[in-house]
């Protein structure tokens, strides 16, 4: 498709557009799931997002949705791995915190 066209691969290709969003997505939660720091999950719940949302358009586009269906399951195992990294993300910022608190209180 040349460059000067109207339409883009993403919007004439809906399903491979989610297909490569769930790939980036995967990377990104690989790496909050090694690092589970605020930045490298915030970055891994973006590219799930953006997943969702080629997601939502490869279905109402109804293109190969024998790869879009195999697609979003993978899509919901992302959701709910970065649901657990957040939260472990989340326990462990409060353990800092206490920590501080019993090391510094405000009395």
């Known amino acids: 498709m040349a460059k000067d066209s ?3 691969w993403k919007k004439d290709h809906p399903s491979t557009f989610f297909s490569n969003s769930i790939q980036k997505a995967d990377r990104s939660v690989k790496q909050a799931m090694s690092h589970p720091e ?3 999950v915030e970055h891994a719940f973006n590219s799930v997002e953006r997943a969702e ?3 939502l358009n490869a279905e109402e586009q109804n293109e190969h949705m024998d790869t879009v269906q195999q697609n979003k399951k993978q899509l919901d195992l992302m959701k709910k791995q970065i649901q657990e990294i ?3 993300l989340d326990s462990s910022f409060n353990v800092v915190i206490f ?3 019993k ?3 405000i009395c």
Do not use: G, H
């Open 53 to 55: 949302s080629a997601y």
């Open 99 to 101: 920590e501080l608190d």
């Open 6 to 8: 109207n339409t883009s």
């Open 38 to 40: 605020e930045m490298a």
């Open 86 to 88: 957040s939260k472990e």
């Open 103 to 105: 090391q510094n209180p």
